[in-house]
């Protein structure tokens, strides 16, 4: 079993940034597919960015690109978003998810084997 923990969320003003992480456990690393999704009140969860086994291709969400930078560093089994320029309408709860099979096409998470309990980013104007 796969177990994924984030951490990095917080407050930040509007233009300010965040870095996110995701901690693996369970397998190893470098078998998974991981992304971030998110989901803001009374929405669906969103695909937000994801990035390939060997961390070569990665993936956005149109909303997000030029503005985030998704990485993982296989040797400490660990994820990372790196979020700049942040806007009201970035607020959300943010996921990790983890899967053997790439799911950088979809849209809200369904079918994704592993998660994370989720951060909270709040971002004030």
């Known amino acids: 079993q796969v177990q994924l923990v984030e951490s990095g969320g917080g407050l930040v003003q509007a233009g300010g940034s965040l870095r996110l992480s995701c901690a693996a456990s369970?397998?190893?690393?470098?078998?998974?597919?991981p992304g971030w999704f998110r989901q803001a009140p009374g929405k669906e969860r969103d695909f937000v960015a994801a990035?390939?086994?060997?961390?070569?291709?990665?993936y956005y969400a149109d909303s997000v690109k030029g503005r985030f930078t998704i990485s993982r560093d296989n040797a400490k089994s660990t994820v990372y978003l790196q979020m700049n320029n942040l806007k009201p309408e970035d607020t959300a709860v943010y996921y990790c998810a983890a899967d053997r099979s790439q799911f950088y096409n979809s849209r809200h998470g369904n079918g994704i084997n592993y998660w994370g309990k989720g951060t909270l980013v709040t971002v004030s104007s």
């Open positions: 369970g397998r190893p690393f470098s078998d998974l597919f």
């Open positions: 990035i390939s086994w060997s961390g070569v291709n990665t």
